[in-house]
Structure formats: structure tokens, C-alpha cells
């Protein structure tokens, strides 16, 4: 059998410590290859903010030895629901207790600077070289060049740099394009004003917007992301402060619950984002030397709740593909073969299920049949298993 070794003498460099960039990495080490991984930032971490993990999701840090560590530092929330927004009713209940029993994972709730931890612990084990304040700026074969104007190489460079990813520019020199979406995003400490909000998270939908809560941090606090659609504008950021009269009037007309939100929202530091994407790429291979996972890949709008969740999956099919191949180029050949249809599907997906949501007849939500994540079909796939 080829080893790690041969196949990849001179290792790989994943570029981006992301989510999908460090699953990536410490599922290769793992496989025996020889990583090094390049991060942009001065240090590793992530935006305070939460993210939702489905069970496939899950079954990837599973491949990597961290689901139960990634369990245990977010929330299994045990249901949801979808409400209205002119009166809050209940359209959708859905029953989340038995996640770990249909699908072999738990669902999570979690904030992402924990996630991100975890995995950071996960490529350190392994082995990973980890670099941060590298930030790549073109590449070339194999070959990356870094800001101060060194060069890492190795024989396979991954491009897990996100949706403004510069490794992506190989195969489309196109920027990412505005949606046509904005979020609010910001953390609530859960008062007794929100305790019974987020004993029942969920999604309070309306036309052109939904609000987004769930708990992270052993239900202590609450993720909360108001969506809306907005032309126009299109700084994403972690940096750009939302003003709370603006949120406060584009849900003017909510019901209570959405209020109750909002006003817990504007008494904490609160950030504005355009929801940028990418559009499907033929191919994520190049030249036997150059791929991409995550959202260099395939950045998609979020309302799927699948953007983390195919960035982990890409990471460990693409470590099983190369460890299952005699060659890079089979390895690859392998990863986009198993890998492009799903997310292409899940990225067109995501933005239907935005019109299904904010579509204009919220009164009929839920009455001709659920589309959504887990009916789609989307929680059964086991990246572990997958045949690569
Ligand atoms: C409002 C919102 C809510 C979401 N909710 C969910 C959810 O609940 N569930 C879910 O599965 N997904 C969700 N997503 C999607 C998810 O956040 C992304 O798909 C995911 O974070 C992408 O991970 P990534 O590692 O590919 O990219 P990123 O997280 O963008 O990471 C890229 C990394 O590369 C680094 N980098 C960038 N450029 C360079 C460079 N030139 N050199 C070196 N390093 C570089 C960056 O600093 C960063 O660390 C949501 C997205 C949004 C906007």
C-alpha cells in the first residue's frame, strides 16, 4: 500500500485555520500526512459568535476524535420551533431529543470560539504545524507566498481561506457576490425576561426577514441573528456596529417575542453582516496540486445551517481520499468526485429555503410538507463512511 509518505513527500499546506481549514488539517495528520497549516490572523480563533451542528456535522469531528469533547462544550437542544411574526404562534415544532438514537450524532448549539478550540486541540495532537500571522498571498503550483514575501511548499496546497479566499482565485478571479441578505449578529446573557425563549429556541419567520435564537455555553447565553433582505450594502465585518434604531425598524411590526429579542439584542454589542456567497465552480481540483473545502469551495447562504457543516465534511473525505490513493491526483480526483455534488446541492438549497422562510405567506408555513435540513435528507450522510 502507498503511505502518506510517498503520496505527499514534501506534505500538504492547508491554508485557513477555520473550521473546515483545521478539521482538514487534523483529519490529514491523522492519516499520516505531513501538515502544515497557514492562518492570516495573529492568533487562532474565531468570531464571537454561534453555530449550529447538525448531526453529520458531528459524525465528521466523530472521524477526528472530538465529537463528545464538541457535544459537551455546546448545547443538545431537545426541540424547535418555527413561529410567526405577526403573533408568535407556533407553525413548526420539531422534536430534537432523539438526534444521537436516528442519526449515530447529537444536534449542537455552540459557540464557535469553543468549536474552534476543540479542533485546534484535535490538529495539535495530531501533529499539525500550526502558523499563524501567515497570511498567504498568491500560489503558484504547489508553492504559496506569504505577506512578508517567504514561501511554503508542499505537494498539495488546500484552500480552506474562506469565501474571500485567495487560493480560489486560481480557478475564478471573480469576487464573492452580495446576496442580497444582512444579519445582526450578537450574544444575549439569558435573563429570566428570556428564559422562556430559550427554553423553546427557534426561528420566528416573517416576509423578507427571520430572527434566529439558540443557546450555547450550557444554555447561559443565546445566539441571536436577525436576518433581512437588504439591497445595497454589502461590508462584511465583524467590525461594523449595528444600530439598534435600524434593527428596531426593520421588525417594527413583530410580535412580542420578537421584541422581547430585539431589546435584549440592542443592550449588547451588536454586529451588522452582508451575506456573501460564491457561485458553484465546475471543478475544485486544479493541476494535481491545488484544492478547495469550506467556503473557498463553495460559500453559501446560511439558511440551511450547513456552511460549517460541509466545510467539516470536506475535510474528512478529502484526508480519507488521499489516504485511500496512490496519488495526489487520484486523491483529488477521489474528494471532488464525493464531495461536489452534495454541496452544490446544499448551496442552492440554502437559498431556496431562504424564500421558503421569508416568503410572503407565513400563514401557510409548514402546510404543504417541510423542506428543510433534515428533510432534505441532509442529516444522514456520514462523511466517514462515505465511499470515497
Ligand atoms: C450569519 C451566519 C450564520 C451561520 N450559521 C451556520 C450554522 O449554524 N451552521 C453551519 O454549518 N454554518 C453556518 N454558517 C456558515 C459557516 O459560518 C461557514 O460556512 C464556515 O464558517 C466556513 O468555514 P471555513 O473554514 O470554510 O471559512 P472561514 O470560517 O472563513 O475560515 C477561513 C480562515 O482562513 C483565514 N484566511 C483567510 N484568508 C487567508 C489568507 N490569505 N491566508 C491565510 N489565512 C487566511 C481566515 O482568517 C479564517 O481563519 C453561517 C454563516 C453566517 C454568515
Not at 18 to 34: N, V
Not at 174 to 202: I, K, M, N, Y
Not at 247 to 268: G, H, K, M, N, S
Not at 339 to 362: L, P, V
Request: hydrophobic share 40%.
Amino acid at each position: 500500500m502507498t503511505t502518506p509518505q510517498a503520496i505527499a513527500p514534501n506534505g500538504i499546506v492547508v491554508v485557513g485555520g477555520g473550521i473546515a481549514g483545521m478539521t482538514a488539517a487534523a483529519a490529514l495528520a491523522q492519516q499520516g500526512f505531513k501538515v502544515t497549516l497557514l492562518e492570516s490572523a495573529p492568533q487562532f480563533g474565531e468570531i464571537g459568535a454561534g453555530v449550529t451542528l447538525s448531526p453529520n456535522a458531528m459524525l465528521g469531528l466523530d472521524f477526528i476524535g472530538v465529537c463528545e469533547t464538541a457535544a459537551a462544550a455546546g448545547v443538545e437542544p431537545v426541540r424547535q420551533r418555527i413561529q410567526h411574526y405577526e403573533d408568535g404562534r407556533t407553525l413548526v415544532a420539531k422534536d430534537r431529543s432523539s438526534q444521537r438514537e436516528k442519526y449515530g450524532a447529537p444536534y449542537v448549539t455552540i459557540h464557535r470560539a469553543d468549536l474552534h478550540d476543540v479542533l485546534l486541540g484535535a490538529a495539535r495532537a495530531a501533529g499539525v504545524d500550526l502558523r499563524c500571522g501567515a497570511a498567504v498571498v498568491s500560489s503558484d503550483g504547489a508553492s504559496v507566498t506569504l505577506a512578508d514575501g517567504s514561501t511554503v511548499s508542499g505537494d498539495l496546497i488546500v484552500g480552506a481561506d474562506g469565501v474571500k479566499s485567495v487560493i480560489r482565485q486560481r480557478f475564478d478571479t471573480a469576487p464573492p457576490h452580495f446576496t442580497g441578505h444582512v444579519a445582526w449578529r450578537c450574544l444575549v446573557p439569558v435573563t429570566p425576561q428570556l428564559q422562556e425563549l430559550s427554553d423553546f429556541p427557534g426561528i420566528i419567520i416573517g416576509p423578507g426577514a427571520m430572527i434566529t435564537r439558540y443557546n450555547i455555553r450550557n444554555s447561559t447565553a443565546m445566539n441571536l441573528v436577525f436576518f433581512s433582505r437588504q439591497d445595497g450594502w454589502n461590508e462584511e465585518g465583524w467590525t461594523t456596529a449595528a444600530d439598534p434604531d435600524e434593527v428596531r425598524r426593520v421588525y417594527a411590526d413583530w410580535c412580542q417575542d420578537a421584541q422581547t429579542l430585539i431589546e435584549a439584542a440592542c443592550q449588547q454589542p451588536m454586529f451588522k453582516w452582508a451575506i456573501n456567497a460564491r457561485t458553484a465552480l465546475p471543478n475544485w481540483t486544479l493541476d494535481d496540486n491545488v484544492t478547495l473545502i469550506g467556503d473557498a469551495a463553495h460559500a453559501m447562504t446560511p439558511f440551511l445551517g450547513h456552511g460549517a457543516a460541509c466545510g467539516i465534511e470536506d475535510g474528512v473525505v478529502l484526508a480519507r481520499a488521499l489516504a485511500a490513493s496512490s496519488s495526489i491526483a487520484e486523491g483529488l480526483q477521489r474528494y471532488e468526485a464525493a464531495r461536489h455534488e452534495r454541496c452544490t446541492f446544499i448551496q442552492s438549497e440554502s437559498n431556496a429555503n431562504a424564500d421558503r422562510m421569508q416568503g410572503q405567506k407565513t400563514d401557510f408555513f409548514g402546510l404543504e410538507g417541510m423542506k428543510d435540513e433534515e428533510s432534505l435528507g441532509l442529516f444522514t450522510y456520514d462523511c466517514r463512511t462515505v465511499p470515497v
